[in-house]
């Protein structure tokens, strides 16, 4: 497998942030992503980005690691920014398995920190279960797990599902969000954007044009709907993992915005999948929290890492 050694590293200050890269970690299948940070640090993070966005979400992250000490990773998931579409793959489990290729086999980092936001903390929550070995802590937040109760809780009640969650059961429906949305990329995604925020400037409009053309490109909406269009196996493969190897071992940070509704059932949904639960609520910020308070985010991952003797 090939890696792209093409574009060039940059310096900022005293740390080095990467242009985007990419490198295969399968058949057919290339993975963009950017890095901040030293190489040789102690602790490597990766950061897994949600829908509708790309690793760019994770910018002010990718940056904060990295001034705390840590290898950060922002990458962007099968199907999203600069990464491949396929016509499958779209489930959790294979979706992490590309994840940790990345990190494990291109990277040479056998075990890392995660940190997923959104359907990233879907990526992110299957990627520590199946790779136990590989992920020293998880840190979750802003989505309903599937293979949880809280995943139950959020496609049945109806408070969820008028206000939240009513865009599961569209974006599942065969072509038809597709044809819609055609056109309408950005209208469509920047709704979830307003609707969602509790900052209504946290996106500039450079922001929300790069997103509305990461977006606009051939193939990029059906490759988000597919996320969408797997949570049945997802909600199976979790379960199945979890009957199988118990809940894990791995220490996770269930944390999220402060005014997301999201963040009501995030410790109990953390405590169905691991013995080692943490939860600290974000202040100032509903579910865009990578975005909306950045510096708190980060703080708090870093004292529940020094707390777990992964400091930097």
Same mark, same amino acid.
């Given at each position: 497998?090939?890696?792209?050694?093409?574009?060039?590293?940059?310096?900022?200050?005293?740390?080095?942030?990467?242009?985007?890269?990419?490198?295969?970690?399968?058949?057919?299948?290339?993975?963009?992503?950017?890095?901040?940070?030293?190489?040789?640090?102690?602790?490597?993070?990766?950061?897994?980005?949600?829908?509708?966005?790309?690793?760019?979400?994770?910018?002010?992250?990718?940056?904060?690691?990295?001034?705390?000490?840590?290898?950060?990773?922002?990458?962007?998931?099968?199907?999203?920014?600069?990464?491949?579409?396929?016509?499958?793959?779209?489930?959790?489990?294979?979706?992490?398995?590309?994840?940790?290729?990345?990190?494990? %086999? =291109? /990277? *040479?980092? $056998?075990? #890392?920190?995660?940190?997923?936001? !959104?359907?990233?903390?879907?990526?992110?929550?299957?990627?520590?279960?199946?790779?136990?070995?590989?992920?020293?802590?998880?840190?979750?937040?802003?989505?309903?797990?599937?293979?949880?109760?809280?995943?139950?809780?959020?496609?049945?009640?109806?408070?969820?599902?008028?206000?939240?969650?009513?865009?599961?059961?569209?974006?599942?429906?065969?072509?038809?969000?597709?044809?819609?949305?055609?056109?309408?990329?950005?209208?469509?995604?920047?709704?979830?954007? %307003? =609707? /969602? *925020?509790? $900052?209504? #400037?946290?996106?500039?409009?450079? !922001?929300?044009?790069?997103?509305?053309?990461?977006?606009?490109?051939?193939?990029?909406?059906?490759?988000?709907?597919?996320?969408?269009?797997?949570?049945?196996?997802?909600?199976?493969?979790?379960?199945?993992?979890?009957?199988?190897?118990?809940?894990?071992?791995?220490?996770?940070?269930?944390?999220?915005?402060?005014?997301?509704?999201?963040?009501?059932?995030?410790?109990?949904?953390?405590?169905?999948?691991?013995?080692?639960?943490?939860?600290?609520?974000?202040?100032?910020?509903?579910?865009?929290?990578?975005?909306?308070?950045?510096?708190?985010?980060?703080?708090?991952?870093?004292?529940?890492?020094?707390?777990?003797?992964?400091?930097?």
């Amino acid at each position: 497998m090939s890696h792209d050694t093409s574009s060039q590293a940059k310096a900022c200050g005293d740390l080095l942030l990467s242009e985007t890269r990419k490198c295969n970690v399968g058949a057919n299948l290339s993975i963009a992503y950017s890095t901040a940070g030293s190489p040789q640090a102690r602790q490597a993070i990766l950061l897994v980005h949600g829908y509708p966005q790309t690793s760019y979400s994770m910018r002010y992250l990718l940056s904060g690691f990295a001034q705390a000490g840590y290898y950060a990773v922002a990458a962007d998931y099968r199907g999203a920014g600069g990464s491949s579409m396929t016509a499958s793959g779209y489930d959790k489990m294979t979706m992490g398995d590309d994840l940790n290729s990345l990190m494990v %086999d =291109r /990277l *040479a980092r $056998k075990e #890392y920190i995660v940190l997923g936001h !959104d359907i990233g903390s879907m990526v992110a929550t299957a990627l520590t279960l199946k790779h136990r070995s590989n992920v020293k802590a998880l840190v979750m937040m802003e989505c309903p797990q599937p293979g949880t109760n809280a995943y139950q809780l959020s496609i049945k009640d109806p408070e969820f599902t008028f206000q939240y969650t009513f865009h599961f059961f569209f974006h599942n429906s065969k072509d038809l969000p597709e044809l819609l949305t055609a056109g309408k990329e950005g209208l469509y995604i920047q709704h979830f954007y %307003d =609707r /969602l *925020a509790h $900052k209504p #400037y946290f996106l500039t409009s450079s !922001d929300r044009e790069y997103y509305t053309h990461a977006f606009a490109r051939a193939g990029r909406m059906q490759a988000g709907f597919e996320v969408y269009r797997a949570f049945q196996k997802d909600d199976q493969d979790i379960k199945e993992n979890i009957a199988s190897l118990g809940k894990a071992d791995v220490p996770f940070l269930a944390t999220g915005g402060e005014h997301s509704v999201f963040t009501q059932h995030i410790q109990s949904m953390a405590e169905e999948l691991s013995n080692d639960v943490t939860y600290k609520s974000i202040s100032d910020s509903r579910h865009w929290v990578p975005e909306e308070n950045p510096k708190e985010l980060i703080t708090t991952v870093v004292d529940f890492l020094k707390s777990k003797s992964l400091g930097a």
